[in-house]
């Protein structure tokens, strides 16, 4: 995808056809995100002349440490936040799994 002045526009080109590719204001595929799953790694590597994932040249870099209460307290706590929202997400997932459970249950015992 290619961000423009006038919106998003969805890039293809064959790579056996040769030649120039086209551009096109729709997703050519669907979900748009599709590509962003498990084949997209493999795939860029296999372009970048590697094997594998991990086989290619490292970046050179340091480790880094930092404690997000201490050093970045907003970041804490809003990772804290989307943490208590999933764990709610979770409780309310269970409570409809378990009362779907018992309605089929129900629904057996009548039938």
Not at 33 to 44: D, E, H, N, W
Request: net charge positive; hydrophobic share 35%.
């Amino acid at each position: 995808m290619m961000l423009t002045g006038r919106g998003k526009a969805w890039m293809r080109h064959q790579p056996a056809g040769g030649g120039e590719g086209t551009a096109v204001r729709r997703a050519l595929w669907w979900p748009p995100t599709k590509i962003a799953g498990r084949y997209l790694s493999p795939y860029l590597a296999a372009h970048h002349g590697t094997d594998a994932v991990g086989e290619g040249p490292q970046p050179d870099g340091q480790p880094v440490e930092l404690d997000l209460e201490r050093d970045v307290p907003a970041t804490a706590d809003a990772l804290r936040q989307a943490s208590f929202r999933g764990e709610a997400e979770r409780a309310r997932f269970v409570e409809r799994r378990a009362e779907a459970r018992r309605e089929a249950q129900a629904s057996r015992q009548k039938g």
